[in-house]
């Protein structure tokens, strides 16, 4: 390990994601994700994001895919302990901060970004059904070698 780098990246990543959604009931992984990003109750109101520019920190984001949901962002390295905690501290004290309000305008949020990127581009619904196909023959072919 090089101890030198002035910078380190920390990066929060969790086995939580869209393939375990019931069909017709999607969208929960993903609006956790953006929920996660908006307060907690030792931080506050978008209180990791001024923690992480108050101490150098850079690029904060996360993703949603079908297996995980991540954060990730660069901090100083004699920040990493302070930012391992802020993390924590989003995780364990979230969700008493999320009134219906603020669910109701992340819900509309995560809907516009799924017209955004899916709903209302060429070929955006391409990667849901080339999945959904590729997963039914997968299924079909364990069910023959099981049956075998």
Not at 2 to 24: I, Y
Not at 31 to 58: P, T, V, Y
Request: proline share 2%; hydrophobic share 40%.
């Amino acid at each position: 390990m090089d101890k030198s780098d002035p910078v380190v990246a920390v990066a929060l990543t969790s086995h939580v994601g869209s393939a375990r959604e019931l069909e017709g009931r999607t969208g929960f992984a993903h609006l956790f994700e953006h929920l996660l990003f908006l307060e907690s109750e030792n931080l506050g109101k978008g209180g990791l994001d001024k923690m992480s520019s108050r101490i150098g920190g850079s690029g904060a984001n996360g993703s949603t895919s079908r297996d995980r949901t991540n954060y990730f962002q660069t901090v100083p390295n004699d920040a990493l302990e302070k930012m391992i905690w802020a993390e924590a501290d989003k995780l364990g004290f979230f969700i008493n901060t999320v009134t219906e309000e603020v669910l109701a305008k992340e819900k509309q949020v995560v809907k516009n970004e799924k017209r955004q990127g899916v709903d209302n581009v060429p070929y955006g619904h391409n990667f849901s059904v080339i999945n959904k196909i590729c997963i039914q023959k997968a299924i079909l072919t364990v069910g023959k070698l099981l049956v075998l």
